[in-house]
């Protein structure tokens, strides 16, 4: 029976997709390519229709998962992103939560490929989150930007440190509480 285009396409977007979930669940190397395609309810032998090789689905995992991650925070405010983000909630959901926190660890280890698709995610996260008033001088948008980057390097290494917590430890939650109320009072602080 011969596959549609449309169906190709259909089956291209399923891997995808459920790479970046299992990706960011289990990290590059606890996903194997023939565990990949089960899951996306296809058979191993189909992978390399799709892809040239783990590397780029790898990469395009992530990219989906960038993606995700700007259009769940697009119209929030910093402190909204902020307390959405650092919280148990997003800790215990590595699959459905942000690429980076998952990934940046396995991310540093890959070749350049993956690299500059973190790259752009984060300048796309750094970019969702950042004030765009064309009225603010070059120093205060400077400043604007190393305090975006703060706080994105500050709530990913709150996740992070977390999830490298057992589950129950008091530990992990204070973690995340300390943090969320560190980076928001920085916020509080301004005029």
């Given at each position: 029976m011969k596959v549609t285009k449309a169906q190709v396409q259909e089956n291209r977007a399923r891997i995808v997709e459920m790479a970046s979930v299992l990706f960011r669940e289990r990290g590059y190397d606890g996903v194997g390519v023939a565990e990949l395609m089960a899951a996306a309810g296809l058979t191993h032998g189909g992978f390399y229709k799709h892809f040239k090789s783990k590397a780029d689905l790898m990469a395009e995992a992530a990219a989906e998962g960038f993606s995700q991650s700007a259009a769940n925070t697009?119209?929030?405010?910093?402190?909204?992103?902020?307390?959405?983000?650092?919280?148990?909630?997003?800790?215990?959901?590595?699959?459905?939560?942000?690429?980076?926190?998952a990934l940046c660890g396995d991310a540093?280890?890959?070749?350049?490929?993956?690299?500059?698709?973190?790259?752009?995610?984060?300048?796309?996260?750094?970019?969702?989150?950042?004030?765009?008033?064309?009225?603010?001088?070059?120093?205060?948008?400077?400043?604007?930007?190393?305090?975006?980057?703060?706080?994105?390097?500050?709530?990913?290494?709150?996740?992070?440190?977390?999830?490298?917590?057992?589950?129950?430890?008091?530990?992990?939650?204070?973690?995340?509480?300390?943090?969320?109320?560190?980076?928001?009072?920085?916020?509080?602080?301004?005029?």
């Open positions: 697009a119209e929030l405010n910093v402190a909204a992103f902020v307390n959405q983000y650092v919280s148990r909630q997003h800790r215990d959901a590595p699959g459905a939560g942000c690429t980076m926190a540093a280890r890959q070749p350049e490929s993956i690299k500059a698709v973190f790259a752009a995610g984060i300048q796309r996260q750094l970019a969702t989150l950042e004030s765009d008033d064309a009225a603010v001088g070059e120093d205060a948008k400077r400043e604007a930007r190393a305090i975006t980057i703060d706080t994105i390097a500050h709530a990913v290494g709150a996740i992070i440190l977390s999830r490298a917590c057992p589950d129950d430890s008091p530990l992990a939650d204070e973690i995340l509480e300390v943090c969320r109320e560190r980076i928001l009072s920085q916020f509080e602080q301004k005029p």
